[in-house]
Nanobody
Framework: QVQLVESGGGSVQAGGSLRLSCAVS????????MSWFRQAPGKEREAVAA???????DYADSVMGRFTISQDNANNILYLQMNSLKPEDTAMYYC?????????????????????WGQGIQVTVSS
């Protein structure tokens, strides 16, 4: 059974950096795309960044130029390098993946595109 487990969250001051990791356990036969979402208290879950099987990336406008998504296919790990963090980046961050099926064909920023989700990890940025 495939599971996604996030790590690397925590508290940091504005302007600081964090790197999130998402380890994929279990056997994966088809990897379509993976992404990071986040959800702040009282707000809807939103897409942050995504990467597909060809390593093509997409980013939300709010993180463009500050965050970098990458993947280590050999070790089944997804990363999110977050630089120049702002208080508005404070949220629970979720790893998501579209695995082991024909590609859903959905937009990278749409929740239904992904069929596996991690439990989430907290990122807090103080001013």
């Amino acid at each position: 059974q495939v599971q996604l487990v996030e790590s690397g969250g925590g508290s940091v001051q504005a302007g600081g950096s964090l790197r999130l990791s998402c380890a994929v356990s279990g056997r994966v036969y088809i990897r379509n795309s993976m992404s990071w979402f986040r959800q702040a208290p009282g707000k809807e879950r939103e897409a942050v960044a995504a990467i597909d099987s060809r390593s093509t990336t997409d980013y939300a406008d709010s993180v463009m130029g500050r965050f970098t998504i990458s993947q280590d296919n050999a070790n089944n790990i997804l990363y999110l390098q977050m630089n120049s963090l702002k208080p508005e980046d404070t949220a629970m961050y979720y790893c998501a993946a579209d695995l082991d099926r024909l590609s859903s064909g959905g937009s990278w920023y749409a929740i239904p595109t992904y069929n596996y989700w991690g439990q989430g990890i907290q990122v807090t940025v103080s001013s």
